[in-house]
């Protein structure tokens, strides 16, 4: 193989796997990162913790976030333990909620930014306290980013209501010294339905985020060509291929797109394509699989197999 041939092929290979974890009440086979899956060969491995959530007071969202996830799986010390130990970790927290039960919907917008902007900043900085008292760490920070992730946003909120509230909120926080080392990576997790609420927020702040991680599993799939047709136009709807990540999922619940479609449209684009990363939904899923005869993290184990030996 020529010079310009292995070139070629190190552009092509993806460089970022993420993984939520904390999402759902632990199964007995997970109390902490699922570490045994982080690949050295891959330059990145993120684990997003989730939820932050926020209260809610007569149906309207206040943006008084708290974290949802065990602390004690997921403590400042585990973090601190494991990226210690894997240089290529990182750990993103996750902003919204799973389900109808956490929609956006902001009582008072000034308000709500304020609130969130204090709260988020709490729940990052009970982890980088512990970084203060402990500087045996290759790392600046123990928490590296966000994700916001709403999978419902109330009908009275346009597009602009959720960028300018989300946006500030970001802007804010990558501003604050206090927290800014935190906020390294910034990703959004659209889906079919909300697309045109995501694209906005992505529009209007596209130089404040890092990453679109779209559901591919949220939507009907049923071939390799549908799952390249819809890449392709997502690649359009956020003006290039280089911040798409795409998106599985293992909860047995999900069930609009086979696993296998998606293993057969990663491999084309990683044939073909420049696709940066992608990301399973999720940790407690993989390590609980519904069947005895699959073993857990089996599909990560194909996806990560697919990054490194293409």
Known sequence: MSD???????????????????????????????????????????????????????????????????????????????????????????????????????????????????????????????LVNDNSCHCTSIIDGIDINYEYIDSSVTGADFSNCIGEV?????????????????????????????RTLFWDHKMNINYVDYKFYNQTISTENEFDELYNQLVTDYGGELKLLVGVSTDPSDTKMKRQVFIEGVTRLINNKSLPGLFVWSANDSANPPSNDIEPYILEEILLELFTNN
């Open 4 to 130: 310009h041939s292995q070139n070629i092929k190190t552009v092509l290979r993806p460089k970022i796997f993420r993984e939520y974890v904390g999402v759902k009440d632990e199964p007995e086979t997970l109390d902490d990162f699922p570490v045994n899956i982080i690949h050295d060969d891959v330059n990145q491995f993120h684990f997003i913790l989730g939820f932050a959530t926020e209260a809610y007071k007569d149906g309207k969202g206040t943006g008084h976030f708290i974290r949802d996830w065990n602390f004690d799986y997921f403590s400042p010390e585990k973090v601190f333990e494991h990226k210690k130990k894997y240089k290529n970790m990182k750990v993103m927290i996750t902003i919204g909620g799973h389900g109808p039960k956490y929609p956006f919907n902001p009582k008072e917008k000034k308000v709500w930014i304020f609130n969130a902007t204090s709260s988020i900043r709490h729940i990052i900085q009970d982890y980088e306290n512990y």
């Open 170 to 198: 970001i802007k804010r926080l990558k501003k604050d010294k206090h927290v800014s080392k935190s906020m390294e990576y910034v990703s959004i997790a659209p889906t079919e339905l909300l697309q045109a609420h995501y």
